[in-house]
């Protein structure tokens, strides 16, 4: 059941917004990364986070450990085209 959820992109999520919209603009990133800015400068960005395994739940006395792999892929809206620039593997704990 868990792997039918994540084959089916229950676990995938598209951000275009968040509180500070600056960080998905590549002029934000030009001093950190200025490559990125120096190909798609002052352009939108996006982050399509999906999980690349069911995530694993654990119940012990008094609490309730979570985990989910996830991976994320940074892409950059260029004349409306969606163009992934990196990919980034992380392993998140509830």
Do not use: H
Not at 55 to 80: C, E, K, M, Y
């Amino acid at each position: 059941y868990d792997t039918w959820i994540v084959q089916a992109g229950s676990l995938q999520r598209m951000v275009d917004k968040i509180p500070d919209q600056l960080f998905l603009n590549t002029a934000s990133w030009r001093f950190l990364i200025p490559r990125l800015y120096q190909k798609y400068p002052n352009d939108d960005m996006l982050l399509n986070i999906s999980a690349t395994s069911p995530p694993s739940v654990r119940i012990n006395v008094g609490r309730i450990d979570a985990a989910v792999d996830l991976d994320v892929t940074v892409n950059v809206l260029d004349f409306d085209e969606i163009v992934p620039v990196a990919c980034i593997s992380v392993v998140r704990f509830f």
